[in-house]
């Protein structure tokens, strides 16, 4: 089982930007699917982007494309979160998240880390 740590997360004004960091430990980093996802005060976890093992290939909720940017450094076992032009609608507790290439549903998740985003 892989763990992950989020970090990152804090206070910003809408408008500006934030870069949250996942670093992995405990198996292969680049055997993984990394995900980021998020869950705002009363509402259910969503999807937010994902990336696959090489990072050819992205994916993004449509409340976030062309905003947020997925990127990981398997040589520092890390997965990232660009955001920029963030938005209040944005403030949620962000959960990275990993799963083999081969499995359908993420299976191993971080602590979150807050975001918060004022207006």
């Known amino acids: 089982q892989v763990q992950l740590v989020e970090s990152g997360g804090g206070l910003v004004q809408a408008g500006n930007s934030l870069r949250l960091s996942c670093a992995a430990s405990?198996?292969?980093?680049?055997?993984?699917?990394m995900g980021w996802f998020r869950q705002a005060p009363g509402k259910e976890r969503e999807f937010v982007a994902s990336?696959?093992?090489?990072?050819?290939?992205?994916y993004y909720a449509d409340s976030v494309k062309g905003r947020f940017t997925i990127s990981r450094d398997n040589a520092k076992n890390t997965v990232y979160l660009q955001m920029n032009s963030l938005k209040p609608e944005d403030t949620a507790v962000y959960y990275c998240?990993?799963?083999?290439?081969?499995?359908?549903?993420?299976?191993?998740w971080g602590q979150g880390t807050q975001v918060t985003v004022s207006s």
């Open positions: 405990g198996r292969t980093f680049t055997n993984y699917v």
């Open positions: 990336i696959n093992w090489s990072g050819s290939n992205k």
């Open positions: 998240a990993a799963r083999i290439t081969t499995v359908p549903d993420f299976h191993s």
